[in-house]
């Protein structure tokens, strides 16, 4: 009964970018965000001109993952120009109104909203464009996936099993519009102890390599559950942009080289 409806808004090309690829969760909280910074700090490491939208209306984390304050400027054709940070172009809904404000926004103010970052964004030339999408598979999700010519979506997913129920859903709703699902990059797979180095495999481990096997896509890798991770996207300094050669810079730059 949808599909119909889903067909009808043509779908929009960004003519000066090469690849416009979602990064996607079921649900929130799983990484979603901390990867896609981590994913397009990896490409840039790659030597990709790489640009990062945060559509993630109700929980825009770009901001502080990449440490940014200030707003972006309006450029001589009314486009919005993209701030940068750690060699990133970056738009994010943070950029533009409080946390507050994009709260209580209902469907239609998120809908214009999200089209106007799609729009009226002058990203220059780059080669690959992430969108860091609001987590879920509602209407929001779907105006993103219909409203630009995706060349594929990145599921996240934790290994936990509710969460891979949820990645399911994600990879169902983009195969339902034709977008390519890259593979399921399975974030916090496992702690390793900061004191013994010991590998805990807090919720047991191959769940979520098998879960891709049995929905068809990539498995792309596994990126740890670590302290490091989470102080430095804390304080906006990104692990893969300081230290891409340290072992979780290898470990994005290597989920990078899988989708260039
Ligand atoms: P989402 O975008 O899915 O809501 P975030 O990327 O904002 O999730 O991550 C949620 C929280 O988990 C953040 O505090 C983040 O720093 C932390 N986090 C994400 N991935 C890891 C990881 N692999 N190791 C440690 N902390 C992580």
Not at 11 to 36: D, F, I, M, R, Y
Not at 236 to 242: E, M, N
Request: aromatic share 4%; charged share 20%; with cysteine.
């Amino acid at each position: 009964q949808e599909a119909p409806r889903l067909r009808a808004a043509p779908a929009k090309v960004l003519p000066e970018v090469g690849k416009v690829v979602a990064v996607a969760s079921g649900k929130g909280g799983v990484g979603k965000s901390t990867t896609s910074v981590n994913l397009a700090l990896g490409l840039r490491a790659l030597g990709l001109r790489v640009g990062i939208l945060d559509a993630d209306i109700y929980g825009p984390s770009l901001p502080t993952l990449l440490g940014l304050v200030g707003r972006p400027q309006v450029g001589p054709d009314r486009r919005l120009i993209p701030m940068e940070a750690f060699g990133l172009k970056v738009m994010s809904i943070g950029l533009l109104v409080d946390d507050e404000t994009a709260m209580i926004w209902r469907g239609p103010m998120v809908m214009s909203a999200i089209t106007q970052m799609l729009a009226d964004v002058d990203w220059g030339r780059l080669d690959v464009l992430l969108i860091d999408m609001p987590p879920g598979t509602g209407d929001a999700q779907l105006a993103i996936a219909q409203g630009t010519t995706l060349a594929g979506a990145v599921i996240v997913s934790t290994p936990q099993d509710l969460a891979l129920i949820d990645a399911r859903r994600g990879i169902a709703m983009f195969r339902k519009v034709d977008v390519p699902v890259l593979g399921l990059v399975e974030n916090m797979a496992h702690f390793i102890c900061t004191d013994c180095g010991a590998r805990h495999d807090i919720f047991g481990s191959g769940g979520a390599e098998a879960e891709a096997a049995r929905l068809g896509v990539p498995y792309l890798g596994a990126v740890p559950l670590t302290m490091e991770l989470r102080e430095a996207s804390d304080r906006g300094r990104p692990v893969t942009a300081l230290s891409p050669d340290g072992v979780l810079g290898q470990v994005y730059t290597g989920l990078a080289r899988k989708l260039s």
